[in-house]
Structures are given as C-alpha cells and as structure tokens.
C-alpha cells in the first residue's frame, strides 16, 4: 500500500509539472508594473500567452475597449494608447487563459509633461543677489519625488545654497475643453557668498524621475559683466567719434577757402603748393587752366 501510494504521488506530482511546463506565464513588454508615456505621445502594451494546445485566450481590461485602442488574436492582445492625455492614466490589467487555468499581469500606466521650458530670476547674476529662482513650466507629475531641482556651479552642486522649497501653482492658460490642466513649479535658493571673482554662470537643473525614466533640462544663469569690463570699448568708440569731428571741422574750413581762392581766381596759398595732384586744384578753379609758380 506504501509503495501504490507512492507511486500515485509520484504520478500526480508528475502530470502537475508536465502541466506547468507545457504553460507558460504572461509575456507582456514592456515588463515593468508602472509605464510612463509623455503628455501626447503613444504607446504600445503587448500581452503573450503560450498554450501547449494553442487555446490561449489573451485580453487587456480596464480599458473602454469602444475606442479600438485593443488587438486581440490568439494567444496575443495589444493595447494602443494614442496621443495620451492624462485621463489615459490608470490601471490596465491582462487576463489570459490556458486549459481552464487563468492568468493576469497589472499594468499602471502614468502620463507625464515635462517639456524644456525652464526660466530663471534673475537672468543675469549680480554679486551681492541674495537669490535666484527657477520655474519649470506645463508639468505633470509635481510630486517632489517626481519633480526635483538643483542649483549648480561647475558640474557640482553649489555648496550652501539654500532651498526656500517649491512654489506650485496652475498655469495661467485657461484649459478648454477637455485639455489638461498643467502646472509651473518655482525653486527658490538663497546664496551663499560666491567669492571674487564671482563663477561665470550658475545653472539650474530640473529632473522628473519617474519608474524606468529620468530625464533632465538645465537653463544658465550667467554672471553680468562688471562695469569696468564694458568700459575700454565705450571709450574706444566715443573717442573714434571725438577725432572724426575733430578732424572733419578743419577738413570743412580749408575746403571753403580752397572754393573760395577758386572762384576768386588767385593762386592757393603758400602751403598748399606743394600738395600732390597739383590739377586737382585747376578742378577747384574751374577754368581749367593750370596753376602758374610765382
């Protein structure tokens, strides 16, 4: 009776992993739990079952699946989302079947906006600011651990910046319809002396992290250039324009007595005898008659 028993649990135990064996879990790609997908972009989730008599059944739920967005054959649903907006987020869950045996793989689907439009106050660094500010506009998720800034000088974070914590507040653009509602996030630092000479630009760093996804935007802001630095080009030109007018006053007075020795018909003075191009000077005259020596 021992060895008969045994052998029967040895037998089911048998037929029980041949089962297991011949079916295999849910493929879906892409693997992870949550899937990001930008604010307006698409995306595709492919759920696979394998059954040894080709019976598999696969289908996404959680979906309203009047919109077309799922594919569905044997052994294979593909979900479709198209321009997400953020009320595509949610859960999605694929439900196969397989000789009377059901299998199911949750999905979260999270949306997200997180375009490179970063401004910063002030634009340009001043010594003696004591802050700067940095907003990122149209985002989504602004949970903290989504959305993260950082001050930056030389690669590194600058030591002893203060973080004043982030301001959220709805964008100003009313939504229409059924667009979706966007935020702007400010960060604000208080600074630390910044020594002499001062760096030639701090940068803000804004970061969204989210499951299987980080991605970073960086905006300077530079250092103004001190007063003195601007000083030798403002004085190179309001010197230039001081000599043209210094030198086109005598050039007038000499031309008004060159024409008017000229319509007189006298000689030229003395010191203009020995100026080149001597016919020129018949041209003033008018008469085209050469000039004589005395």
Known sequence: MDCGLALLLAGLLGLLLGQSLQVKPLQVEPPEPVVAVA???????????????????????????????VQSDTGRSVLTVRNASLSAAGTRVCVGSCGGRTFQHTVRLLVYAFPDQLTVSPEA?????????????????????????????????????????PEVEEEEEEPQGDEDVLFRVTE?????????????????????????????HRQAIPASKPAGDQLPAAL?????????????????????????????????????????????WAGLRGTGVGISPS
Do not use: I
């Not at 998720?141 to 910046?161: I, M, R």
């Not at 604000?188 to 940068?203: C, E, F, K, N, Q």
């Not at 309001?238 to 007595?257: D, E, I």
């Open 39 to 69: 604010l307006g972009a698409s995306r595709q989730l492919t759920c696979r079952l394998t059954c040894a008599d080709r019976g598999a059944a696969v289908q996404w739920r959680g979906l309203d699946t009047s919109l077309g967005a």
């Open 125 to 165: 660094l001043v010594p003696g600011d004591p802050e700067v500010a940095c907003t990122a506009h149209k985002v989504t998720p602004v949970d903290p651990n989504a959305l993260s800034f950082s001050l930056l000088v030389g690669g590194q974070e600058l030591e002893g910046a203060q973080a004043l914590g």
């Open 188 to 216: 604000r630092w208080r600074l630390p002396p910044l020594g002499t000479p001062v760096p030639s630009a701090l940068y803000c760093q804004a970061t969204m992290r989210l499951p299987g996804l980080e991605l970073s």
């Open 236 to 280: 190179w030109t309001s010197s230039a324009v001081l000599g043209l007018l210094l030198l086109a006053l005598p050039t007038y007075h000499l031309w008004k007595r060159c024409r008017h020795l000229a319509e007189d018909g006298t000689h030229p003075p003395a010191s203009l005898r020995f100026l080149p191009q001597v016919s020129a």
